[in-house]
């Protein structure tokens, strides 16, 4: 075979190559269109019902934009992104959510003919550990199972979308595999900050361990690429722009209550507290004020101690004054939840929780809305590692106008809480235990509770669609 055949050869060769692979990449972004969102369902994710919608209206409805929003975590856990699809799908934006579906979305989700969720794959049980050292041969499988499975529904199950809104963190592989799939898509890339992801790595791993180090840069390289960012704090975009010098917009999009919560009626309170499982054997105490209802929700995670409540709560039984009891209310999931199950039977046990009855449970989105709204007293554990996030639970507390005692060291905190106005904030286990026996003991407590509830009523009064309108609303087109 002579040269020019072996040239030829290889021309044909290579352009073979290059058109497979320029016909396997995902399709690009070429503006709205007016084609009907896909009437099919795959058996691994719910498509938006059009049963209601005119078959005509069906083929030509032309959408604002298109959005495609990624919390690789679990949809219904995930509030602040559920809000997002729902606003967005609300002002007439085509809208794709992708996560983990393992727990009920909210039902305005469900029922919005303009979004759809493509559920992601969990990865294998045996890949998922709290183990330190499983967890450093286990999660490099791990990000190579949600690197695959992201890349297959954002490049090639979803329509390509004009914007693409990445919850971070999770960092590792997220922001990657947005950003490689935004250039070839000709997709807009917006990151929306909850916290910094390196500084939770920090809380299992330490903050010398150079895995940590690996993310702190990565998630700083990828931060400055976006064309823009959301943050949940001010003092977290004040960050960004100047310890990441993320050029692009950094724009504060505080988290607020959603609609459903609310301050409840004492008609409507009466009639939950006696068929809410958790509170039914003690509602009539509850209504006399023989006992007060506490409701705190978690994760269950490392950045959330809940000790400090245990060990509080042992404080206050152990009182020398007339207290109430407390019924203590503890919703969520997570990984330290059997922990600290144990740790409270033992504490029942020695008999050193005579004045609090702490009991956990995992409501839907009504009950929980309503839960908050017929407590006393909210109580947040969220400890920031990076001292620039808010933890959520306390803005659904306020949307229902409930007052709030929280950890209060860090940064943020003022933000969303104003001493002695909607909340009190403690440093450690003595001074959570002291706030419990003020706001609690009679009559002077009820005084000072009182009006910590009206300045939760104010505060809670700001909405999420308030804040959405003029900031994410705007920035994607869907309002002017």
Same mark, same amino acid.
């Given at each position: 075979m002579g040269v020019i055949d072996i040239l030829l050869a290889g021309a044909v060769l290579g352009s073979t190559a290059l058109c497979i692979l320029l016909f396997l990449l995902p399709s690009q972004y070429r503006g709205e269109s007016a084609r009907a969102r896909p009437q099919t369902a795959s058996p691994h994710s719910r498509r938006a019902s059009t049963?209601?919608?005119?078959?005509?209206?069906?083929?030509?409805?032309?959408?604002?934009?298109?959005?495609?929003?990624?919390?690789?975590g679990d949809i219904g856990r995930s509030p602040r992104m559920q809000y997002h699809a729902m606003s967005a799908g609300k002002h007439g934006a085509r809208v794709d959510l992708i996560g983990y579906k393992e727990s009920d979305p909210h039902p305005d989700l469900l029922a919005d003919p303009n979004i759809s969720i493509m559920p992601i794959p969990p990865s294998p049980a045996a890949l998922r550990t709290e183990n330190r050292w499983m967890f450093m041969v286990c999660a490099p499988l791990k990000v190579l199972w949600q690197v695959w499975h992201?890349?297959?529904?954002?490049?090639?199950?979803?329509?390509?979308?004009?914007?693409?809104?990445?919850?971070?963190?999770?960092?590792?592989?997220?922001?990657?595999?947005?950003?490689?799939?935004?250039?070839?898509?000709?997709?807009?890339?917006?990151?929306?900050?909850?916290?910094?992801?390196?500084?939770?790595?920090?809380?299992?791993?330490?903050?010398?361990?150079?895995? /940590?180090?690996?993310?702190?840069?990565?998630?700083? +390289?990828?931060?400055? #690429?976006?064309? %823009?960012?959301?943050? $949940?704090?001010?003092?977290?975009?004040q960050t960004l722009r100047d310890g990441y010098h993320v050029p692009s917009p950094t724009l504060t999009l505080h988290d607020r209550p959603a609609a459903h919560f609310q301050p409840l009626t004492r008609e409507v309170r009466d009639d939950f507290l006696k068929r809410c499982s958790v509170t039914k054997d003690h509602a009539a105490a509850i209504d006399s004020r023989e006992t007060r209802l506490v409701v705190s929700s978690t994760s269950w995670t490392a950045d959330e101690d809940f000790s400090l409540?245990?060990?509080?709560?042992?404080?206050?039984?152990?009182?020398?004054?007339?207290?109430?009891?407390?019924?203590?209310?503890?919703?969520?999931?997570?990984?330290?939840?059997?922990?600290?199950?144990?740790?409270?039977?033992?504490?029942?046990?020695?008999?050193?929780?005579?004045?609090?009855?702490? /009991?956990?449970?995992?409501?839907?989105?009504?009950? +929980?809305?309503?839960? #908050?709204?017929? %407590?006393?007293?909210? $109580?947040?554990?969220?400890?920031?590692s990076s001292g620039l996030d808010l933890p959520m639970k306390v803005v659904d507390m306020l949307g229902a106008a409930l007052p709030v005692v929280g950890w209060n060291r860090f940064r943020a905190w003022s933000e969303l809480v104003t001493e002695g106005v909607n909340g009190r904030g403690f440093g450690d286990v003595g001074q959570l235990a002291e706030i419990l026996e003020e706001l609690f003991q009679q009559p002077e407590g009820a005084t000072e509770l009182s009006r910590l509830k009206r300045g939760a009523l104010t505060e809670g009064q700001k909405r999420w669609d308030d804040v959405w309108y003029p900031v994410a609303g705007r920035l994607l087109g869907v309002c002017d």
């Open positions: 049963d209601n919608v005119p078959p005509h209206d069906a083929e030509t409805k032309v959408f604002k934009t298109s959005v495609q929003i990624v919390v690789l992201l890349w297959h529904i954002l490049g090639y199950r979803s329509r390509p979308a004009r914007w693409l809104l990445v919850q971070n963190p999770p960092s590792i592989p997220t922001l990657a595999v947005a950003h490689a799939l935004c250039f070839l898509r000709n997709t807009c890339l917006i990151i929306d900050w909850h916290n910094f992801g390196w500084t939770i790595l920090a809380l299992k791993l330490g903050q010398s361990h150079p895995l /940590v180090s690996f993310a702190r840069r990565y998630e700083r +390289y990828f931060g400055r #690429l976006a064309t %823009a960012n959301f943050c $949940v704090t001010r003092v977290m975009a409540l245990l060990d509080a709560l042992v404080l206050y039984s152990a009182a020398d004054r007339h207290l109430p009891r407390l019924l203590v209310v503890i919703t969520g999931k997570g990984p330290q939840k059997g922990y600290y199950l144990d740790l409270i039977t033992r504490l029942n046990v020695e008999g050193k929780l005579k004045r609090a009855i702490v /009991v956990t449970t995992w409501l839907s989105i009504s009950d +929980y809305a309503s839960l #908050l709204g017929s %407590a006393d007293l909210g $109580v947040s554990l969220h400890v920031s």
